[in-house]
């Protein structure tokens, strides 16, 4: 399956957070719309939006009430059609989230199988609990009314759906053709690994291959039906587990691509990060695919806080030279940190149930700053999240004036990705401790993780740097550079 997407750079909208075209506070499709130009000018391929359907936000559109339409609070279906159309006259193609393994309790389905009507089948509805535990902390299993326990892998309002069922089943099939003929490119498949459940619900067992309701084969089979469905669209697995288990997502009679996120848990050490990247790239090559790379997402603390921003911007440049796909979270080609939300200002789920206990998500999806001016340009209202006062010095318009900004470097290097793609091989060539250089016909990725500089081989000439201005031959510390290397003939 050879394909756009198979390389491309796609940019991940959390949409509340973009940019807010009416005034309430939260970014919606609006924004987004109004946003694109400043989406295309970085120089990405695709833009993948959270879920914006009907939605009760309690885990911020991950709880769905109706997959084919969309919530008031981000607009309606001719604005998401505008939006469509704005995208793709900009040469941007669009990702929707879909959310296949739970729904939100206010789903008409949920709503009558509470009543104790026959939709109870569509759940996973039992007259005892078991041991599992929510993802979001607590037990998995709630009471219903009439004394049953339904399971719910994440919030109480996110009832996990039967996927045995052929309702379930129809009924997604039908999603994914409503925004295919609507004209979406493709899908971002919400916890792809978890729709199957062990019909015996047995309980977790340490150390065992087998889980009851994670990376069970049968998921799979629900993969193989989309792909009739899909066409040549692209759906990317959101599947966490060992490389040779997610790449199984990305079969090419499946969805295509999955998240090779070890690299979100990589140590920042060449030799850690060199066996990160060859144990995917041999697990995706395993089945005839690449890895979609990620540095960052709405889930997890910013990358510039985790590593700081100067090394956050080295991984962007090397992630983006290798063979792959790369999913770029909005606000990381600004070099955002991660925001202090004061605990009376939470509203992530995940926090706020397990009482702080498990980390909380908010500082990663604050809204962006557009301008330096006050109220940083996202909205006119009160923001849904606190802004950092510090917010202004990361603004949209600052960086894109200035040739030494995080913006601009990413920018520089998106337009000379292309460059890349003459091969889609990579091989590793000898450097000192601390240092990678990949190669992939007549690029260079030189990556200095040490804390001492590197001379750059002779006769190369840099094409890309995440420290612009540095001095042309040498790599510096914390810095990744892309380098020609003029002995070696381009195949173009
Ligand atoms: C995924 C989403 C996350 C959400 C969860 C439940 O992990 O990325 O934001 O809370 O699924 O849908």
Redesign the pocket.
């Known amino acids: 399956m050879t394909s756009w997407w198979r390389t491309a750079v796609v940019y991940q909208v959390y949409v509340r957070s973009f940019l807010d075209g009416d005034g309430d506070g939260v970014g919606d499709l609006a924004g987004l719309t109004a946003g694109l130009d400043a989406v295309a000018r970085l120089g990405v391929d695709a833009v993948w939006l959270?879920p914006v359907y009907r939605s009760p936000q309690v885990?911020?559109g991950?709880?769905v009430a109706d997959h084919r339409d969309i919530d008031p609070l981000f607009g309606d279906l001719a604005t998401f059609d505008r939006l469509v159309g704005a995208a793709h006259d900009r040469g941007l193609r669009v990702l929707m989230d879909l959310?296949p393994?739970?729904v939100s309790d206010q789903h008409p389905w949920f709503v009558a199988a509470r009543a104790g009507g026959p939709e109870r089948e569509l759940f996973h509805i039992r007259s005892r609990p078991t041991g599992w535990q929510s993802?979001f902390g607590g037990p998995a299993w709630s009471p219903l009314p009439d004394g049953s326990w339904y399971l719910h892998l994440?919030a109480p309002e996110?009832p996990d759906l039967n996927w045995a069922h052929p309702v379930v089943q129809s009924d997604f099939a039908d999603t994914l053709r409503f925004w295919l003929a609507r004209g979406v490119d493709g899908f971002r498949v919400?916890?792809a690994g978890g729709l199957a459940k062990d019909p015996a619900y047995g309980e977790v067992r340490r150390g065992s291959l087998h889980h009851p309701h994670w990376d069970r084969p049968e998921v799979h089979d629900v993969y193989r039906s989309w792909r009739g469905v899909l066409g040549t669209a692209p759906a990317v697995a959101?599947a966490w587990g060992p490389p040779e288990r997610t790449a199984e997502f990305a079969r090419a009679d499946e969805l295509g691509q999955a998240f090779a996120f070890d690299v979100l848990h990589t140590p920042w050490s060449a030799a850690a990060l060199q066996r990160t990247v060859d144990a995917q790239l041999a697990a995706h090559r395993a089945v005839g695919a690449l890895p979609a790379w990620v540095a960052g997402?709405?889930?997890i603390a910013r990358v510039a806080t985790r590593l700081g921003p100067e090394r956050a911007l080295a991984l962007h440049l090397f992630l983006l030279a290798l063979p792959g796909a790369f999913y770029l979270y909005a606000g990381d080609e600004l070099g955002l940190p991660d925001a202090q939300v004061p605990p009376e200002t939470w509203q992530d789920?995940?926090s706020l149930r397990s009482g702080g206990r498990l980390p909380n998500?908010d500082g990663a999806r604050v809204p962006l700053p557009w301008t330096s001016g006050p109220g940083v340009g996202f909205t006119t209202g009160e923001p849904w999240l606190p802004i950092p006062a510090t917010w202004p010095q990361y603004a949209r318009d600052r960086q894109e004036s200035d040739p030494t900004s995080a913006w601009s470097v990413l920018q520089r290097a998106l337009a000379a990705r292309p460059w890349l793609w003459t091969s889609e091989d990579l091989t590793w060539q000898d450097a000192r401790p601390g240092v990678l250089v990949g190669r992939r016909a007549d690029a260079l990725v030189v990556l200095n993780t040490s804390s001492r500089p590197w001379r750059l081989p002779v006769a190369t000439e840099v094409v890309a740097r995440s420290v612009p201005g540095a001095e042309p031959t040498i790599a510096t510390p914390s810095e990744c550079v892309w380098l020609r290397d003029r002995r070696v003939r381009s195949p173009t």
Do not use: A, I, L
């Open positions: 959270t885990d911020h991950y709880d959310v393994n739970h993802m994440f996110q919400d916890v959101e997402n709405h889930d789920p995940q998500r």
